[in-house]
C-alpha cells in the first residue's frame, strides 16, 4: 500500500508537471508569436522610417542645390558690380566697387594708326613771328675739309629748323597806391586796395591758376604742386601745402554767381545726361556727380549716394516734362518727385547682353539683340552722314518686331538653363528690357536723341583718375570746392575758352560770366 501511494503521488506529480508544462510551452507560443508580430511591426515600421530618411534625404538635396543657387544670385544682386545681367552699373551701392563687363571683343588690327590715318604735324610758324635765333657756326681755325683738309669759308647759306619752346620767367611786381591830397581841406584819397592784395607780400594770380591747373586738371597731388612750382621757377617761389590747398576755396567762392547762373541755363536744356561715382572722403565711400550736355559740365559732391542727396543738387527737380534725361537705367530717375522724360544708355545694355552671352553660350537670344543693337545704330549713323532724319517706317516697324521676338525666346532660353545660377539675372534683364522698351530704343524713331550716357561717363572718368593720383579728399567741403572749380574750367573748355586764361581771371576775381560763355 505504501508502494501504491507513493506511485500515485508521483503520477499526480507528473501530471501536474506536464499540464505546467504545457501551460508554459502555451505561453511560450504566445510570446513568440507575440514577438514574431511585434518583428513584423518593427521591420515594416524600419522600411517605412527607411523610406522617410531617403525622402528627407532627398529633400534636404532639393533645399541645399536651391539655396546654393539662391545664395549665388544673392550675392550677385548684393554686389550690384555691373557684372551681373540685369543688374545696372547705376544702381552700384556706394560701398560696392563696380566692375563693368567689357563687350567689345579683341581686333587683328596692329596698335596705332590704322592705314590711310592722316598723320599729325606740327604747323609750323612764319619768320615775322620768330622771337628768338640761335646761331649754330663752326670754329673754322679748328674745323677744316673732312675730304681733303682744306680750309672752310662760310657761304652765307643755312639750314632752318624751328621750335617751339616756353621759358618761365619769375616777376616780382610792386603795386604802388598814390596817395592824393586836397588842396583845401587837407583829406588824402587813394584807390581802394585790390582785395587779392589784402597781404603785405602774395602769389599772383598766373601762378595761382597754374597750381590751380595742375590739381584740377592734371590731378597732381599738393605736395607735388608744390615741388613743381618750385622746380618751374629754378627755387624762386616755394608755396606752402596750405596756401595750395585753399587755393580750391578761394576759387570755389568766386564762383557762386556762376553755378547759379549756369543752373539757370541747365534746367533749360532740351536734353540732359547724369551720373554718378565713387569718391573717397576720409576713408570713407562717397559720391561725386556729373550733370550736363556738349556745352555744360556741372559737378556735385555728397558723402552719399541717395536720393536725398540728389534732391539737394536741385537739379532732377527742376526739370519739366520738356526735357530728356539720358542715364545708366538709375530707377531713381523714375521717382514721382520728377516728371521729365528718360531714355536709356544702350552701351550699358550691350554689356549686359554680352555677359548673358558669356555666362551662357548655348543661349542665343542676348547676342542677338546685341548684334541687332550696334547694326542699327551703325546703320544710324550712316543716315545722319547721309543728312537723313528718320529711318523708314517699315525699319522702325521690323526692329521693334526682332527686338520683342527675342526677348520671347530669352525667357524660352532661360527655362532650359544650365547654368541656373544665372537665370534669375538673366530673367531681370529681360523683364528691364521689356518694362523700358520704350525708353531703351526711342533713339530708333528719333534720331536727335543719344543712343549712350558716354557724355557722363567722359565727365566722370576725369574724376577717377583724381582719386588714383591725388587720392581721398579730406571733407565734403572739400570734394564740393573741387567740384566747383572743375564745373567752371571743364565748362569754359567746351567752349573753347582757354583755362589757364579762364583760370587767371578766376583768381583776379573776374571769371567769364554765363553771359560771356552763352551770350
Known sequence: ????????????????EIIALKDRILGYQETIKGLKGSLKLSEASKEKQKSSYEATIAEKDAIIRELTNKIAH??????????????????????????IPNSRRGSDKTKGGQPGHERHVMEGFDTSE???????????????????????????ETVSKDEFDVVINVVKRRHKYHI????????????????????????????????????????????????????????????????????????SLGLAAFVKDLKRVM?????????DTVIMI???????????DETISYYTAHDSKDLTSLTEDDVLPLLTKETT????????????????????????LERDLQKVADDNPGHTWSKKMKSLISLTIKERKDLIAANMREFPKESIIKFKRKMKQLIKKGYKESTISTNPTTVPSENTLLGRIEEYFDNYFRWVEDFTLPTTDNLSERGLRSIKSHMKISGQFESEKTASYYATVKTYVETCRKNSINEMEALSRLCAGNPFTIAEIFG
Open 1 to 16: 500500500m505504501i508502494y501504491s501511494n507513493s506511485k500515485r503521488v508521483d503520477t499526480e506529480r507528473m501530471s501536474a
Open 74 to 99: 544673392m550675392a550677385a544682386v548684393s554686389n550690384r558690380d555691373g557684372a551681373n545681367a540685369g543688374i545696372s552699373t547705376a544702381s552700384t551701392p556706394i560701398n560696392k566697387k563696380k566692375r
Open 130 to 156: 620768330i622771337t628768338d635765333v640761335t646761331e649754330h657756326e663752326l670754329d673754322l681755325s679748328a674745323e677744316c675739309c673732312d675730304l681733303c683738309g682744306g680750309e672752310l669759308i662760310d657761304t652765307g
Open 180 to 251: 592824393y591830397e586836397c588842396e583845401d581841406c587837407g583829406a588824402t584819397f587813394r584807390l581802394q586796395v585790390n582785395q587779392k592784395l589784402k597781404e603785405k607780400n602774395q602769389y599772383g594770380n598766373n601762378i595761382q591758376a597754374a597750381a590751380l591747373s595742375l590739381m584740377v586738371t592734371g590731378n597732381v597731388a599738393i605736395n607735388k604742386v608744390r615741388m613743381l612750382v618750385n622746380g618751374m621757377t629754378s627755387g624762386q617761389m616755394n608755396p606752402s601745402e596750405g596756401f595750395i590747398c585753399k587755393l580750391y576755396k578761394r576759387a
Open 267 to 275: 534746367i533749360q536744356s532740351a536734353l540732359l545726361y547724369w551720373d
Open 282 to 292: 576720409q576713408t570713407c565711400r562717397a559720391c561725386m556727380r556729373f550733370y550736363g
Open 325 to 348: 534725361v539720358m542715364h545708366d537705367h538709375n530707377k531713381v530717375n523714375y521717382n514721382a518727385l520728377f516728371c521729365f522724360q528718360n531714355i536709356e544708355c544702350n552701351q550699358h
